[in-house]
């Protein structure tokens, strides 16, 4: 495997973890909703970090769903574009890793992770960080960001993605909507949900252990982005108060992640 593969994946891995370990900071959590759980595998490991009772999971692809179901995860069908058959306040733990940027529908989404969030519970959302200093690179010599796709088909724009020209592997795959740190923090407030903090894992073209040091030093333009939230005491759609986002005036209010 090539350099550049071997940081991607490491780098997926990463952010796993940094994840895991931000819920085992704030956890426990008794009552787990994994959306977009896919196979179930790192469903499990969530809430074995959250010290789960319970863990339902939502897929779109019932192959998946299937999988995910023989992991043991409580798998509700249904598509994330819409509202959830789900009751409010179940759940203390709401968590979509990379699943935000396959969404046209983003209001949606976030509405119904505050709904589906009991008080004094936590929302976690995790995507790409749109200005993480690799997807700038790529802008400044004219090419598309990896991570921002032109075709729900095929991937293209950037000969140096792992997956040029290559199809998207199932339905579902195209990244529609790519945040920056504070484009999350704002919607998710307009939602009525408050940034407890803001992680950031990953640094193109770093291996994990360089990538982790960095991510803390230069929290803008880390590879991803892990939004903690919590549901406001205050109506949906109205303005909160002001919270920091990943840059040098966020450094000194964010809590680091390692």
């Known amino acids: 495997m090539s350099y550049l593969g071997r940081v991607f994946e490491a780098s997926e891995v990463e952010n796993c973890e940094a994840i895991m370990r931000a819920v085992r900071d ?25 010290q789960a009772q319970q863990l339902v999971g939502v897929e779109l692809l019932p192959q998946h769903a299937r999988e995910a179901r023989t992991r043991g995860v ?45 008080p004094g519970g936590m929302v976690v959302v995790s995507t790409n960080n749109f200005s993480s200093w690799h ?11 990896m991570p921002n796709h032109v075709s729900d ?33 704002e919607l998710a ?24 040091v960095m991510a803390r030093v230069d929290r803008r333009h880390a590879a991803f982005l892990i939004g903690l939230f919590r549901p406001a005491e205050r109506p949906t759609g109205l303005p909160g108060v002001a919270v920091p986002v990943p840059g040098a005036a966020g450094q000194a209010a964010a809590t680091s992640s390692r």
Request: aromatic residues 6%; hydrophobic residues 40%.
């Open 135 to 145: 997807n700038i690179a790529t802008l400044i010599v004219g090419w598309q960001p």
């Open 26 to 50: 704030h956890g426990p959590f008794r009552r787990v909703l994994d959306l977009g759980c896919y196979d179930g595998r790192y469903s499990v490991e969530l809430a074995a970090a959250a």
């Open 189 to 212: 407030d307009h939602h009525g949900l408050d940034q407890l903090e803001m992680r950031t894992s990953g640094y193109y073209p770093l291996l994990p252990r360089a990538a982790r």
């Open 74 to 118: 409580e798998v509700v069908e249904a598509d994330l574009e819409d509202p959830l058959p789900l009751p409010d306040g179940a759940f203390d733990l709401v968590h979509a890793n990379q699943v935000i940027e396959h969404l046209k529908h983003t209001d949606t989404f976030l509405r119904e992770c505050r709904r589906l969030c009991a």
């Open 153 to 185: 088909e095929v991937h293209v724009g950037n000969p140096m993605n792992l997956r040029a020209d290559q199809p998207h592997a199932d339905l579902g795959q195209t990244h529609l909507r790519i945040f920056t740190g504070r484009a999350l923090t």
